[in-house]
């Protein structure tokens, strides 16, 4: 059982939930970047629970054709869905016949789209993980017109409500706890931080969302020895500017933390694209 890639669009990936615990050896986590969305579509097909691999496409273009039955579930960024020309739902279980097509067409919210099919990709995993890490160029290649997927054995459909998107266009707000470094700011750029509108960089990626704005004064100079960073922590650069680092992160950084987006501002922060606006809003306390 497989799938063909007919067309593998801008950057397609092989992802699962990661390589968690490996920091110590220099091995970032990777996984899916809007985990939310993963999970949603595992649990459509099936899979909910098992950690099974999918894939994640930016932007549109990805074409899959169906080398026996099989069942799909879109979810993530939202646009045109086609069955050969037929049009489809997002966050339904979807039923690809032998030799149908999928077409992921380009989103119109949102940024990254999620397939997951039932069974799970059976790539030969990396070190634990089937993931796709572009920093360290772990796990699978990005997805090449022409290649092939084996699919693992599917276990029977749930009865699931459809996954709704929750995306919407504009400003994307995200909670923040502050710390561990954010004594090396100013008062004023801490609320600069918080009361800012961000504007997303083009050159944002998988390694980490970087945003444009005032850049951020600081009150301790000098250089700052490389310590761990996680998914999330808010790395600011010498020119004064947030990174909010992704899911291919580096284990270690040299640039002070002033804060960590929460788990699922982070999820909201795969879907932003490029020109959008990110608020940083102060988590609440427990």
Do not use: K
Not at 236 to 255: F, I, M, N, Q
């Amino acid at each position: 059982m497989s799938l063909t890639v007919v067309s593998a669009g801008p950057l397609t990936l092989v992802q699962d939930d990661g390589r968690p615990g490996l920091a110590s050896q220099g091995v970032g986590p990777s996984g899916a970047f809007d985990r939310r969305a993963t999970h949603q579509a595992r649990a459509v097909v099936g899979d909910a629970g098992r950690g099974t691999a999918v894939l994640e496409a930016l932007g549109g273009g990805l074409v899959l054709r169906a080398d026996a039955d099989h069942t799909l579930c879109v979810t993530g960024a939202v646009g045109p869905l086609h069955v050969d020309t037929t049009p489809v739902d997002h966050g339904r279980p979807l039923r690809l016949r032998a030799g149908q097509l999928l077409h992921v067409g380009d989103p119109v919210v949102g940024l990254r789209t999620y397939v997951a099919v039932a069974g799970g990709l059976d790539v030969p995993p990396t070190l634990g993980s089937r993931s796709s890490d572009v920093l360290a160029r772990l796990g699978p290649d990005p997805l090449a017109d022409g290649d092939v997927l084996d699919v693992g054995t599917p276990r029977p459909l749930p009865d699931t409500l459809p996954v709704p998107a929750l995306l919407t266009p504009g400003t994307t707000t995200v909670d923040v706890v502050l710390g561990p470094r954010d004594d090396w700011f100013t008062r004023a750029s801490l609320a600069g931080l918080l009361g800012t509108a961000w504007t997303v960089s083009a050159r944002s990626d998988r390694i980490g969302v970087r945003l444009d704005g005032l850049p951020l004064e600081r009150a301790v100079d000098g250089e700052l020895a490389s310590e761990p960073v996680v998914r999330g922590s808010v790395q600011v650069t010498s020119a004064g500017l947030p990174v909010v680092l992704g899911p291919d992160h580096p284990v270690t950084g040299g640039y002070p933390v002033v804060g960590v987006v929460t788990a699922d501002g982070v999820d909201r922060l795969a879907q932003v694209r490029p020109g959008e606006t990110v608020r940083f809003r102060r988590a609440p306390g427990p």
